[in-house]
């Protein structure tokens, strides 16, 4: 029988970890956590110790893990059929799928293009821009503008539009010019306005760009409400209203980069519904399965439909697809996730607990290094800082979030953190009683760093 040691030392002889300088783990007794089971949100390790999914596993899992209705729909598609190729062929999830999503975000969304992840959802929803335009006789629209600090995922297309450098700054070379705009950052308003109070007066930045350079930008690309990547910058909806009556206003089109938002983590369906508004082109990845299988998709209407659509003309058909792109066994979960959704009032049912969580992260206001608390729906982040009054922050040498991490596993919890910044963003199954338990984790975690360093 392989032991735990044995296990760890093929994983460290094998397996190369997305996100992970491997060298942590030489010389002492931090290795890598071997997950063997999952059951609502909690995951068990293999001594059997177990966790709170605080961070449901990188954002995708919304309904707890190992549920049974979606396991049951998982293995009743494998016995029909596992895979087929989308091109001149079809099945019946992915028309499914396609018909609830459309439905779900309402007029005037049409059309479901399907891909594996966040990253190619996004590649598509750039190229599908660009293409729009050159179609429309105005090739010259080959700019996109994207937000300081913005995360959209890790290829080169969606690296192009990303904003931080460690992502970014090796590849430089080889990613494509965008245009950059300073993202609303309200802890630490560039425009110097007091939190709380905000007028968008970072959002001059955006009008000055599109006024000078309308005529060659194709579309503006946003995370809504949420930069995730950069620390779980939260900014108001008003930014996006505003965002979209200038698109109107100048005919750029506007991505919603909609991968970690969509599916009740902002206590809606989708996040743009915050500020009332639609997008052109809008990407859903992570919990469209609820954590299941990688799928991906990228929504949009016949306006942007229209322009691809010709007589057998190989300069208008969108040439993008991926091997697996809609495959019937991932399709069939996210059909069955949305109708748990649907059936079991999972969006209804998130309000009252909304506001259970907003109030409870009040107890980190008495941390003397937790700088800024921040909360939509059911996520929160707790932006751990030096000194509250000069807002001064942790070096990254200093690894306060790594140590707030390692803590919150002794206690049970896994904090995964984003720099100094500790986060929540569990499945949306959570009851109260499990709430409280995970904040009083992270709260004596972050006190007892804190403290002793």
């Given at each position: 029988m392989t032991s735990k040691e044995e296990w760890i030392e093929k994983d460290l002889k094998y397996v190369w970890h997305p996100d992970t300088q491997q060298k942590q783990y030489e010389g002492n007794n931090y290795k890598p956590t071997i997950i063997e089971k999952g059951d609502g949100i909690y995951v068990y390790?293999?001594?059997?110790?177990?966790?709170?999914?605080?961070?449901?596993?990188?954002?995708?899992?919304?309904?707890?893990?190992?549920?049974?209705?979606l396991n049951n729909a998982l293995l009743t598609q494998a016995e029909k059929i596992e895979h087929i190729l989308l091109a001149d062929f079809t099945?019946?999830?992915?028309?499914?799928?396609?018909?609830?999503?459309?439905?779900?975000?309402?007029?005037?969304?049409?059309?479901?293009?399907?891909?594996?992840?966040?990253?190619?959802?996004?590649?598509?929803?750039?190229k599908?821009?660009?293409?729009?335009?050159?179609?429309?006789?105005?090739?010259?629209?080959?700019f996109f503008v994207s937000m300081t600090e913005s995360y959209h995922g890790d290829t080169l297309g969606s690296v192009s539009v990303g904003g931080i450098d460690i992502y970014k700054k090796i590849f430089n070379p080889l990613v494509f010019e965008t245009l950059k705009v300073c993202a609303p950052y309200c802890y630490r308003c560039p425009k110097n306005c007091k939190q709380g109070k905000c007028n968008i007066d970072c959002f001059e930045e955006v009008e000055k760009l599109f006024e000078a350079r309308h005529s060659e930008i194709a579309a503006m690309i946003v995370e809504p409400l949420v930069q995730g990547a950069a620390g779980m910058r939260m900014y108001p909806a008003e930014y996006l209203k505003k965002l979209r009556t200038l698109c109107d206003k100048y005919d750029i089109l506007l991505i919603d980069d909609e991968v970690a938002m969509a599916f009740g983590r902002t206590g809606k369906y989708f996040a743009f519904e915050h500020a009332g508004i639609k997008p052109d082109i809008f990407c859903v990845a992570k919990g469209i399965t609820a954590g299941y299988i990688p799928l991906a998709a990228t929504i949009t209407t016949d306006k942007i439909y229209n322009a691809f659509y010709d007589d057998f003309s190989t300069l208008k058909t969108f040439y993008h697809g991926h091997s697996f792109t809609g495959n019937p066994l991932a399709c069939a979960v996210a059909v069955e996730n949305l109708n748990i959704m649907k059936?079991?009032?999972?969006?209804?049912?998130?309000?009252?607990?909304?506001?259970?969580?907003?109030?409870?992260?009040?107890?980190?206001?008495?941390?003397?290094?937790?700088?800024d608390?921040?909360?939509?729906?059911?996520?929160?982040?707790?932006?751990?800082?030096?000194?509250?009054?000069?807002?001064?922050?942790?070096?990254?040498?200093?690894?306060?979030?790594?140590?707030?991490?390692?803590?919150?596993?002794?206690?049970?919890?896994i904090l995964r953190p984003i720099g100094n910044v500790i986060y929540f963003m569990p499945p949306l199954i959570?009851?109260?009683?499990?709430?409280?338990?995970?904040?009083?984790?992270?709260?004596?975690?972050?006190?007892?760093?804190?403290?002793?360093n």
């Open positions: 390790d293999i001594d059997g110790n177990k966790y709170i999914d605080a961070v449901s596993s990188w954002w995708v899992n919304t309904l707890g893990h190992s549920v049974k209705r099945h019946k999830p992915a028309i499914e799928l396609a018909e609830k999503l459309v439905n779900i975000a309402g007029s005037p969304f049409t059309k479901v293009f399907y891909s594996d992840d966040g990253s190619t959802a996004v590649e598509v929803a750039l599908m821009a660009y293409q729009y335009w050159y179609q429309k006789g105005k090739p010259e629209k080959k059936e079991e009032k999972i969006i209804e049912n998130l309000q009252h607990k909304i506001e259970y969580f907003k109030n409870r992260l009040k107890i980190f206001e008495s941390l003397k290094h937790a700088g608390i921040r909360h939509i729906g059911m996520i929160g982040a707790i932006e751990m800082v030096k000194d509250k009054t000069t807002k001064e922050p942790y070096a990254f040498e200093d690894r306060m979030g790594h140590k707030v991490f390692l803590e919150a596993m002794k206690r049970g919890a959570i009851t109260e009683a499990q709430i409280d338990d995970l904040l009083k984790i992270a709260f004596d975690s972050i006190k007892t760093v804190t403290e002793n």
